[in-house]
């Protein structure tokens, strides 16, 4: 583990020429430095993930260009833009196909609210009450910057995962879901609105 | 093109069992359409796209309105006899117009350039199912928006190859467009909540915490 290294001795042997690294930071550091997104958009947001991952804004700079378009081979699950009813299942059972472990950056106002499209009938308000989120960009749509940005939080919160002991990452444990129950089409909205164990919105008192 | 009274007078002399009204806009746009009936709506629109000075080849949309039951109120000059004078009275009148469902085509000639027609269909009544004419059979690019109205107004369109639902699920039944739809209450969460949606998220408001009991406690003295 790092924390039974000393800073100090670590540097002056990195100046031997010998490097002292633990598995913990090794695995870490392979694993932030190539994030694999899915690849698929549902609105606007999408084209600004294009223009994220092409050549002006170059999302290679992160390790993260590699969009794949089967989830069996995703880290990350990007979603941009505005999630309908009718396509929520479809996220959530391309969530439940993605391998261990998972990210989401949830992308945009919609993505995290339902956005100007709150009040409608056919759109989710918000993917967060089927699918746990690691990261939400505010924005309409948020500029390639804000994603970039996104993209390093993630990469911080990967290399502070432990992969053991107490404070052990959550996908490595066995009690915690890697998949969650995708929603059914009912006769007025999905059924259920929101995933009871997943979903628990701020409660708000006011008089 | 020719005005719409015309193109009126030509319908009915090619198709003498068709009624026809035009429908008068007194909005700015001033742009009056022509509600066809049921019957002769197939016949009437194979003539509009037919018709060697009309050409209406290309139907550029099609939409629903939704009409519930309104009375109009209207000024008229009425001749009456006040103290055994005959006079002109301003009179109140009431207009009744029942409700009913509408579908609403926007047509356009790509030959000759000339365009919009407005074409209008109404149901009888509001009821789920109500039947109209379907013109799919005429305009192809019709097709996908009877659809759409099927799909949010419960317009029903006898001839259409293809009725089903195409924004909403299969399994869902109700029509998001009417006015009286009642969509699901999922406002739990409304962090800044305003007019009517400040009314449905207070549904979902956690009672204040029940008191401690402190303050019937008087300070000791």
């Not at chain 1, 995290?112 to 009938?121: E, N, R």
């Not at chain 1, 009690?175 to 059924?191: I, M």
């Not at chain 2, 008229?76 to 469902?101: A, D, N, R, S, T």
């Amino acid at each position: 583990m790092s924390e039974t290294i000393d800073e100090g001795l670590r540097s002056e042997l990195q100046k031997q020429g010998i490097w002292v690294t633990s598995m913990q930071e090794l695995y870490n550091w392979g694993r932030k430095n190539s994030i694999w997104p899915l690849q698929f958009g549902l609105a606007c947001c999408a084209i600004e993930m294009i223009a994220t991952a092409a050549s002006r804004y170059d999302l290679a700079r992160f390790g993260g260009e590699v969009f794949r378009p089967s989830p069996r081979q995703a880290d990350l699950m990007i979603v941009a833009g505005t999630v309908t009813k009718k396509m929520a299942p479809q996220i959530v059972r391309l969530y439940n196909q993605m391998p261990d472990p998972k990210y989401v950056i949830s992308m945009g106002a919609c993505a995290i609210s339902g956005g100007p499209f709150k009040q409608g009938y056919n759109v989710l308000k918000g993917i967060d009450r089927y699918i746990p989120v690691d990261v939400y960009i505010p924005g309409c749509p948020p500029r390639p910057e804000a994603l970039l940005h996104a993209f390093m939080e993630l990469q911080r919160k990967i290399d502070g995962q432990k992969l053991s002991g107490p404070g052990q990452a959550d996908f490595l444990k066995s009690n915690t879901p890697s998949e969650y129950p995708v929603p059914a089409f009912g006769a007025h909205d999905l059924e259920p609105p929101a995933n009871p164990d997943l979903f628990h919105p701020p409660a708000i008192e006011r008089a | 093109m020719e005005s719409l009274e015309e193109i009126k007078a030509r319908i009915t002399q090619a198709i003498p069992a068709a009624q026809l009204e035009i429908i008068p806009n007194p909005g700015p746009a001033n742009q009056p359409s022509l509600l066809l009936d049921h019957d002769q709506a197939a016949a009437v629109a194979l003539f509009l796209r037919d018709d060697p000075e009309l050409r209406f080849d290309f139907c550029s949309n099609v939409t629903g309105i939704d009409w519930l039951d309104r009375t109009v109120k209207k000024k008229v000059k009425v001749k009456k006899l006040v103290e055994g004078e005959e006079k002109e009275v301003e009179e109140m009148q009431e207009e009744f117009f029942p409700g009913c469902l509408e579908a609403v085509y926007h047509l356009y000639s790509m030959a000759l350039k000339h365009g919009p027609l407005v074409v209008r269909l109404r149901t009888s009544d509001r009821a789920e199912g109500a039947p109209l004419p379907s013109l799919t059979l005429v305009w192809r690019s019709a097709e996908f928006q009877e659809r759409e109205i099927y799909d949010l107004y419960g317009i029903h369109f006898d001839g259409h190859p293809d009725l089903r639902r195409i924004l909403m699920w299969d399994e869902f039944t109700d029509f998001p467009m009417r006015k009286d739809y009642v969509e699901p209450d999922d406002y739990e969460y409304e962090p800044t909540p305003h007019d009517d949606v400040l009314e449905k998220a207070k549904q979902h408001y956690a009672p204040r915490p029940a008191s401690d009991g402190a303050e019937g406690i008087a300070p000791q003295t």
